[in-house]
């Protein structure tokens, strides 16, 4: 199968380029590659014409059950004007999976591809001092099997959801706090985004390139951390269900 060959070696030239580059504190989401919390989202945004390449280990807990298994992402995303984020995300399916290994193939021989787009709604004080920033997205929120349909119940479209997320600092002495608000939809039977989510993330004032993070997605609860090293490497690493981990790394590029 040309194509299994084409994508490991896509795949591994991608980790080649992502582990060269190793030498304002924002999460990019692992599941999704685009910016938010763990797995809920934020309305935050990242600053205007930052690039960001991605990859991902992610547990199947944090998956949804099409992976029985654990699997690997990575992501192209770029903020092109200060309200407006584009990513592009690829989930690594096994052989196995696909009933590819009667015929010879075993591992990740194929992906899931699908778009996300985040659209700021408003910023976070534009038009009072306590307003919260406002923020409309989805992810994958269309698929061509069955003809075509959005958020769909079957099929592909397996990272469905449709969200709006809002989100306020607050500071507290010389510490500020984040406050983060969302409701999600989506119409997967086997993995509903359906309901409110919520998260709190505290960077300390004494090292600010850190970030703590707990969440509700609106089905699990989760904590974790990201870490900016260099201004550049995003670290990012987190345990859904408080148990299972999952981590990954994303580069940023400021464009202007």
């Given at each position: 199968m040309p194509e299994t060959i084409f994508l490991k070696m896509k795949f591994k030239l991608f980790l080649i380029v992502l582990l060269a580059f190793v030498p304002s504190m924002l999460s990019a989401q692992m599941t999704y590659g685009t910016t938010g919390l763990l797995h809920a989202p934020s309305a935050e945004m990242q600053r205007d014409k930052t690039f960001m390449i991605g990859g991902n280990f992610m547990n199947k807990e944090l998956t949804p059950p099409t992976w029985y298994y654990h699997t690997y992402n990575y992501f192209l995303n770029i903020t092109f004007f200060p309200w407006l984020e584009v990513a592009y995300t690829c989930t690594l399916f096994k052989a196995e999976a696909l009933g590819l290994k009667p015929y010879g193939y075993s591992g990740f021989t194929n992906q899931d591809r699908y778009f996300s787009v985040r659209l700021r709604a408003l910023e976070e004080g534009q038009f009072w001092k306590y307003m919260p920033a406002v923020v409309l997205g989805t992810s994958d929120p269309f698929t061509s099997s069955g003809g075509g349909e959005f958020a769909t119940k079957k099929g592909n479209g397996y990272y469905s959801r449709f969200f709006i997320a809002a989100t306020k600092h607050l500071p507290i002495g010389r510490e500020e706090i984040g406050l983060h608000l969302s409701y999600l939809y989506n119409q997967r039977k086997e993995y509903k985004l359906n309901g409110v989510a919520a998260g709190i993330t505290y960077n300390p004032s004494f090292h600010p390139q850190l970030r703590l993070i707990a969440?509700?997605?609106?089905?699990?609860?989760?904590?974790?951390?990201?870490?900016?090293?260099?201004?550049?490497?995003?670290?990012?690493?987190?345990?859904?269900?408080?148990?299972?981990?999952?981590?990954?790394?994303s580069y940023k590029v400021y464009l202007k």
């Open positions: 969440e509700y997605d609106s089905k699990d609860f989760a904590c974790g951390f990201t870490y900016l090293l260099f201004n550049h490497l995003h670290i990012q690493a987190e345990m859904q269900k408080m148990r299972y981990f999952s981590g990954g790394l």
